[in-house]
T-cell receptor
Framework: DTEVTQTPKHLVMGMTNKKSLKCEQH?????MYWYKQKAKKPPELMFV???????INESVPSRFSPECPNSSLLNLHLHALQPEDSALYLCASSYREYQETQYFGPGTRLLVL | AQSVSQHNHHVILSEAASLELGCNYSYGGTVNLFWYVQYPGQHLQLLLK??????LVKGIKGFEAEFIKSKFSFNLRKPSVQWSDTAEYFC??????????FGTGTRLLVSP
């Protein structure tokens, strides 16, 4: 099973709201990733967690706050977002952080009003 | 830093035509190479990957890719496309302890 699940599928939020995106995998993968994908563009890496520790932050604004409560779960907390943050947010996981195949979830389509 | 080029941004083919999508990367060291596909409204799925060994890699749905180290290329091929192959195709590369870098994608439209 190579499934990564993400909830919610769609999210609409105002600029003053606080919301969270959730990602889950049960493949025993120890690396998990958040990507942002704008329309007709490739995914852009935001964060990497390796063994539940933040490994990479690609200079993402602090209004995005990742959290990895355990090896199967990855959250992305959103606060005071801007309309330009509207995008598809993808979660991925791999067995280890480097030189491994990443498996992607279906994404959360976020609209910030 | 690694970069990935996909020269064909849009490709339109008729069913049964042959497909070749180009992918070139910038770094000449040890790399891992991937092709992902994103069908309309669906998530990224792995088509095939190359880590080492036989440079001709076979993937799902009749796709294959050839790694040519001297040309820094990893082109995707399919002998006969179907309407259901309409999708966006991303080449991706990582080298050593570096992040996965995606190309800009190729949007394929197959007309019935």
């Amino acid at each position: 099973d190579t499934e990564v699940t993400q909830t919610p599928k769609h999210l609409v939020m105002g600029m003053t709201n606080k919301k969270s995106l959730k990602c889950e995998q049960h493949m025993g993968h120890r690396a998990m990733y958040w990507y942002k994908q704008k329309a007709k563009k490739p995914p852009e890496l935001m964060f990497v967690y390796s063994y539940e520790k933040l490994s990479i932050n690609e200079s993402v604004p602090s209004r995005f706050s990742p959290e990895c409560p355990n090896s199967s779960l990855l959250n992305l907390h959103l606060h005071a977002l801007q309309p330009e943050d509207s995008a598809l947010y993808l979660c991925a996981s791999s067995y280890r952080e480097y030189q491994e195949t990443q498996y992607f979830g279906p994404g959360t389509r976020l609209l910030v009003l | 830093a690694q970069s990935v080029s996909q020269h064909n941004h849009h490709v339109i083919l008729s069913e049964a035509a042959s497909l070749e999508l180009g992918c070139n990367y910038s770094y000449g060291g040890t790399v891992n190479l991937f092709w992902y596909v994103q069908y309309p409204g669906q998530h990224l799925q792995l088509l095939l990957k190359y880590f080492s060994g036989d440079p001709l890699v076979k993937g799902i749905k009749g796709f294959e890719a050839e790694f040519i180290k001297s040309k820094f290329s990893f082109n995707l091929r399919k002998p006969s496309v179907q309407w259901s192959d309409t999708a966006e195709y991303f080449c991706a590369v990582n080298e050593g302890f570096q992040k996965l870098v995606f190309g800009t994608g190729t949007r394929l439209l197959v007309s019935p």
